[in-house]
């Protein structure tokens, strides 16, 4: 697998690169301080190019239209193509004195929940010339995401591309923003199926669904330090279903977590199925396409557990599987990936669009 980083080549080429990431448990939870389990993986977004000049010029290999950003700024979401936005937010972040022009490729899924914004946000970053700790290479790309989109995004996506360990999830304290590595059985296969629904967060309830998560935390204080009994107290009762889905989610990330570093893959899966009925009917982000793709994953034996990944309202489900027990994850949606954290998290399955 292949951290963030980025190195110069021959004849003054900037050459860098950032992975995505599949989240195992823990969605929603990242803006209220608690906890998630994700992991880096070998797809990524690599930005190659040179610097110099007075503007960021972009193509890209995965989405038409050319990303021509001022130094100067301005508002990123304004800029087009729409994938502009998320290079004009790193810039605004990043204010390099000098421009770059390039090009970025990426071999992720775009749309499908696995972090390609965060990924090509930090692979700008470093091209642009930023140089210091992951964890503020992280923050800075939730900063860029945020000015991009208008969505305020948790850093759980920039954190895992940034500081992602081989052969390990993230046991992430978001609170604290830190993280400690837990190992993935090498008996584990982790599935990833698109549902067919492209996800996007803009325009969608992400927002309001944040602000229920602050209500609720109004009464009862940090829902990452708050209890089950906690929750009861909340009046209202949409509310109470939001503030009850990260106070239990937190509860699944420890268990899973625990699990998995004791290779018990039985508990890990029983704790996925339970997120996913909880981010179905609780935080209300599930849509009838990933339900039927758990459904279609649980059917196949072998298969321990499965749920959305990502923030929902599309995009992909993850799935925890014996090793081997699905040779072919595209059967079931037609969109399939096989992650083996023992082999650097590489990605199987996947071709990127031209390829």
Sequence with gaps: MTVASAGSGSGGEVRAHAPGRVNLIGDHTDHAGGLALPMAIDLGTTVTGRRGGTTVRLTSSAEAGTAHVPLTGGDPRRAEPPWARYVAGVVSEVAPRIGFDGRVDTSLPVGAGLSSSASLELAVA??????????????????????????????????????????HA?????????FTPVPVPEHADVVVVHSGVARALAGSPYAERQAQCRAAAD?????????????????????????????????????????????????AGRAMLESHASLRDDFEVSVPALDRAVEALMAVPGVVGARLTGAGFGGCVVALAERDALADPASLTGRGWRVRASDGARVEGWAPPGR
């Design 126 to 167: 470093l091209a642009l010339g930023f140089d210091g700790p992951a964890l503020d290479l992280a923050r800075l790309g939730r900063r860029a995401e945020q000015r991009a989109s208008g969505v305020p995004c948790g850093l759980m996506d920039q954190l895992t591309s940034a500081c992602g360990v081989a052969g």
């Design 170 to 178: 993230l046991l992430v304290d978001f609170t604290a923003e830190s």
């Design 219 to 267: 009464v009862i204080g940090p829902l990452a330090e708050a209890s089950t009994a906690d929750v009861a107290a909340v009046p209202d009762p949409v509310v109470r279903r939001r503030a009850r889905h990260v106070v239990t989610e937190n509860d699944r990330v420890r268990a899973m977590a625990a699990a998995l570093a004791a290779g018990d893959l039985t508990t």
